[in-house]
Structure formats: C-alpha cells, structure tokens
C-alpha cells in the first residue's frame, strides 16, 4: 500500500515568520514530489514540483527532498495571511499521482 | 486558452441513483485523473484515462466507472450512490504523464450530495 503521510495540523505560524510543511512517503520506487495548495471550497493549485535530492527555490518557496529518508518539505519564507490554506504533498508512482490528506496553515496576523 | 472544465458544479441525487460527471481536459492534455475528495481529506484517487482506456485504478468499486472521447474529455459515472459517496469530485488533466514533470492541472471539481 503506497502512502503519502502528513501532519494533519493545523499549524499557526506568525505572520513575516517561516512555515515549515513535512510529508513522508511509503515506496522507494516514488518518480517525482509535488506541493499543491487548496483554499477552502477550491480546487489544488500547483505550487512546486520536485524529483531530485536537495533543495528547489522558486521565490518565497524552497521544496526539499530527502530519498534516502523518504522525505520531502516545503518551506515558505515571509509567511503572508494569504498563505493560510491547506496544503497537500503528493508523490508519482507509476504514472499516477497520490495525495497525502494535507496540512491546515494558519498564518497569524 | 482554457483550463480543465467540470460540469455540473454541484448536484444533488438520492440513494441508489446513477450520476454523470464531466470533464474536458486542458488544451494539450491528453490524460485524464479523476479524484474523490471528502470533507477534511485529500483528494483520494478513482482512475486514470489514456488514450481512450483506464490505465490506472485506485481501491473505488465497479460502481465507479469511467470513459474517455477521441477529444480527450472524460466522463465518471456512479451507479447504486451510497450516503458515502457524497464528495467533491476533482477531474485532473496533465501531459502525458511519461516524464518526471507531469504535473496535474485541477478543474473546480464537482459537489456531488446523496440524500
């Protein structure tokens, strides 16, 4: 059973602070990693992607992955009230993409 | 140039009824995801279309069926709707997906309620 494992939070962070995300994933074979973000009552929106060991920074975001340990994270910099979502991490295997059930951000004003 | 469009929006059937759902993929996308989304959950995989046949399949029973037009869009039909089946339904439609970025491109999905 290939599983994609997130804190299910919520987590606050102050506002200006940076917001750390994690997710865990069960199968070695995993191709490639993705960050989505979804606002209430919306459908996800791609963030990052991510398929090679170490850090990717696209802006306020930096996506890190760890294949050894089965890990992958994203950081958010500068975090904005707007950044208050839940955000989902999903995992390829075998042509088809697995969502983990998502971590609820609250950014504090 | 248009994204992923679902139709209906929203919908309401009762137990035991057939529903349709119905998915026209981004231009340039040729393979087709469909998603279930419970409340509080992430989006748990239904099937995927490519060229016109399933390719993958998550853990949904045969009630849950599908099909894909030489055009590419898609439909998701659901025979005998039990309460449980009450759920956003997300189409997804992405390149296909033969290279590590094959990202998913999400329409606003379906809000299907069974009474």
């Given amino acids: 059973q290939k599983e994609v494992e997130q804190n299910s939070g919520p987590l606050s962070v102050p506002e200006g602070a940076i917001a750390s995300l994690n997710c865990t994933y069960s199968d070695r074979g995993s191709q490639s990693f993705f960050w989505y973000r979804q606002y209430s009552g919306k459908s996800p929106e791609l963030i990052m992607f991510i398929y090679s060991n170490g850090d990717k920074e696209d802006g306020r975001f930096t996506a890190q992955l760890n294949k050894a340990s089965q890990y992958v994270s994203l950081l958010i910099r500068d975090s904005q009230p707007s950044d208050s979502a839940t955000y989902l991490c999903a995992v390829r295997w075998d042509d088809k993409i697995i969502f983990g059930k998502g971590t609820r951000l609250h950014i504090l004003p | 140039d248009a994204g992923v469009t679902q139709s209906p929006t929203h919908l309401i059937k009762t137990r035991g009824q057939q529903v349709t759902l119905r998915c026209s993929p981004k231009s340039g996308h040729d393979t087709v995801s469909w998603y279930q989304q419970a409340l509080g959950q992430g989006p748990q995989f239904i099937f995927q279309y490519y060229e016109?046949?399933?390719?993958?399949?998550?853990?949904?029973?045969?009630?849950?069926?599908?099909?894909?037009?030489?055009?590419?869009?898609?439909?998701?039909?659901?025979?005998?709707?039990?309460?449980?089946?009450?759920?956003?339904?997300?189409?997804?439609?992405?390149?296909?997906?033969?290279?590590?970025?094959?990202?998913?491109?999400?329409?606003?999905?379906?809000?299907?309620?069974?009474?």
Avoid: I, M
């Fill in chain 2, 52 to 115: 016109e046949e399933e390719r993958q399949r998550g853990n949904f029973p045969d009630r849950f069926s599908g099909h894909q037009f030489p055009n590419y869009s898609s439909e998701l039909n659901v025979n005998a709707l039990l309460l449980g089946d009450s759920a956003l339904y997300l189409c997804a439609s992405s390149p296909s997906l033969k290279g590590y970025y094959s990202p998913l491109h999400f329409g606003n999905g379906t809000r299907l309620t069974v009474t």
